[in-house]
């Protein structure tokens, strides 16, 4: 990171020197990181980290099973686009890729897709199904007509020494593809065990979330600017969080220039990042009357799934300690009564602290979180404040993220190969002898640099690509 000023990197070098004692300083190191540049002959390197082509030379790396994919190269990439983008891997029958897994429990998979536009590929024919493990993450899933490049992202705890990530096309007219996988092991706080389940009847927790599977579905700094992978500790992105916003009359963007006190056994920055915490709304009593009104945020989920709801605050906003008590609520629901931040973080401003809750959409497709007033709420003072919100699917009763089929069921949906009878044995070989012959000549196999197919210039956000190399 640069710094602009001189006078900025000596006042927080002063600072530091000041609060060091009480702060926790642990940079975090992933045993497993894998970064995967699909359909590449080179590697790409992004914001400091290094994407393996899985197309290097005729010998595949050791992670790339598959019988007939093709490597498309973007000939026409802008050339300050994402180099991730550059390259594609296609698949046009079942795939999978096999990552060695050193430490067990919950890791980060990030799927990263940019739509193809190439003359022997239609994107229209972009249509598949991705299980992890024994999860459905995605199924009859296809970009859409959508620019700008989309990252899926899933928390999976996994228990043994190797992570299976399959592709298939939904069917053999259809066909996968990726731009780039990441799989990363998460800190070991970063899914609890156990969360407050949100039931307007009575108090109870939702257990063994740890072997849920959870696609995060939003991610959202709240009342701040996007946050790119470069500024976050697991290369995460947080969106601004205006479209959501269902009701902000009367509440406050604040912006802290500070430094955030992340203290031992509290929120660590793996939890949120600095400039999540940063920036926040409120609601903020200027005279001698509370206000009666609370902030609201809302999401369209869709129906027949649980959701984990995680939701960050930390007071940057007080002039002092235990001026600020407010309630939460997620849809409607009172979760959290009189919230004391000076108390939950240990009488520390400006230290982070967050809540999870689990709420089960069955029944709406929109999911709201508030806060507002309580009836401790002080006058002259800040009477409610969210810094970020984040909202996690969790796999449904068939192990599945996306619909009603289970893994078993999507896999068996494949014809099994030769069925074991002569002729349709030969008539397939022939098909795919004359298949190659004809592919050979348009297509690379296994990601031979020098065929790789050309697609067409496409249209990437400017801004965004340049604000990654920034800072
Ligand atoms: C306090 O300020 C709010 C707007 O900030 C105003 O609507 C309200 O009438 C004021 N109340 C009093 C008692 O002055
Ligand atoms: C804030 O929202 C909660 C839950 O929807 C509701 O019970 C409460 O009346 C609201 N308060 C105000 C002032 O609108
Ligand atoms: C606030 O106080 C009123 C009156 O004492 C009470 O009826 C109400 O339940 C309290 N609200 C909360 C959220 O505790
Ligand atoms: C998610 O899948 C796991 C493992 O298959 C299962 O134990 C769990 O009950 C599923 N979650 C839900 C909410 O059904
Ligand atoms: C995916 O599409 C296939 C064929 O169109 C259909 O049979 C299947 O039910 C779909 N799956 C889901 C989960 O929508
Ligand atoms: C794809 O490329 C073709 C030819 O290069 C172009 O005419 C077409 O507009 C492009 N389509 C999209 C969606 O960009
Ligand atoms: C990282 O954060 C700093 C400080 O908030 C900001 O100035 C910079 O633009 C950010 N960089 C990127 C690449 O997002």
Redesign the pocket.
Known sequence: MEFRNRNLVLSLLFLSLHVLPSLSFTFFSPVDNHLVNCGSATDATVDNRRFVADGSHRSKTPFCHWDSSVSLRNDNALSDSPKLYDSARVFRKPSKYEFEIREKGTHMVRFHFH?L?S?KFD?IDAQFHILIDDFVALSNFSTG?S?SPMIKEYLISINSDKLVIRFLPSETTKFAFVNAIEVISAPKDLVPETAQFVNPEKVENFDGLKNQALEVVYRVNVGGPKVTPFNDTLWRTWLPDDEHLESSFGSERVYFSGRIKYQTGGPSREIGPDNVYKTARLIHSRNSSIPSLNITWGFSVTKGYKYLVRMHFCDIASISLELLFFNVYVNGNLVYKDLDLSEVTGWMLASPYYADFVVDQSYSDVLSVSVGPSNNSLAYAIDGILNGVEIMKLNNSMGSLDGSDCAGFVLGRWPQRGGGILIPLIAAALLVLSLSIVLRRRFTFGGQESAAVA?????VDVSEINAKHGG
Request: hydrophobic fraction near 25%.
């Open positions: 739509n536009n003359s994107s007509n620019f697609w067409s210039k496409l249209p």
